[in-house]
């Protein structure tokens, strides 16, 4: 069965500065799917960035990039210039046609930017 | 705004009652997924319909159902209440599974 794994359960850095959250995943399969989502104190849910597995070029969404090592099954979020607003539980969630494309998720990390 | 809109954002009632959730997708998404997250928690996925009929079924309770309608929207039926089921309830959809899911704001249930 697949699974995830965000190994660091909260972190907090300054403003400005660029941050890393960890990801791993253990599957089998070759063909599948990478998402981070943010759960600010709002509470809604809001996808951050997708991965699909058979694309080597990491996906970037604006100060959002990830770091996504096939081989080593590892799938980290580099947060960017970070921003009081970044202040979220970031979710890791892995999709496959195996799982029946069902979100496997990760405990979450929460990621606190100090002013 | 997601598109995805779930009613009511906020519900307050008593041990041992029936409540009903509400989700309506956003347009042009056929699949509907209902998750629940505790206080502190992840996300549970309670279960998923497609176009009307049920897909997959995760940690539901027995106590619990849910439907889609010919409209697309759904909703889901909590009965007997138990101070356990406080949570927030998300409804999400999907045009595409692997574009990932658009979740709405959430009902927040308060069971006293």
């Known amino acids: 069965a697949q699974t995830v794994t965000q190994s660091q359960p909260e972190m907090s850095v300054q403003e400005a500065e660029t941050v890393t959250l960890s990801c791993t995943y253990d599957t089998s399969e070759n063909n599948y799917y990478l998402f981070w989502y943010k759960q600010p104190p709002s509470r809604q849910m809001i996808l951050v960035i997708r991965q699909e597995a058979y694309k080597q070029q990491n996906a970037t969404e604006n100060r959002f990039s990830v770091n996504f090592q096939k081989a080593a099954k590892s799938f980290s979020l580099k947060i960017s210039d970070s921003q009081l607003g970044d202040t979220a539980m970031y979710f890791c969630a892995f999709m496959s046609p195996d799982s029946n494309y069902q979100l496997i998720w990760g405990a979450g990390t929460k990621l606190i930017i100090k002013p | 705004d997601s598109g995805v809109t779930q009613t009511p954002k906020h519900l307050i009632t008593a041990t041992g009652q029936r409540v009903t959730l509400r989700c309506s997708p956003r347009?042009?998404?056929?699949?509907v997924y209902w998750y629940q997250q505790s206080l502190d928690q992840g996300l549970q996925f309670l279960i998923q319909?497609?176009?009307?009929?049920?897909?997959a079924k995760g940690n539901i309770l027995e106590r619990f159902s849910a439907q889609q309608f010919p409209d697309l929207h759904s909703e889901l039926n909590l009965s007997s209440l138990e101070l356990g089921d406080s949570a927030l309830y998300f409804c999400a959809s999907s045009v595409v599974q692997n574009y990932g899911y658009t979740f709405g704001s959430g009902t927040r249930l308060t069971v006293v």
């Open positions: 319909y497609y176009n009307g009929e049920e897909r």
């Open positions: 347009s042009g998404d056929l699949s």
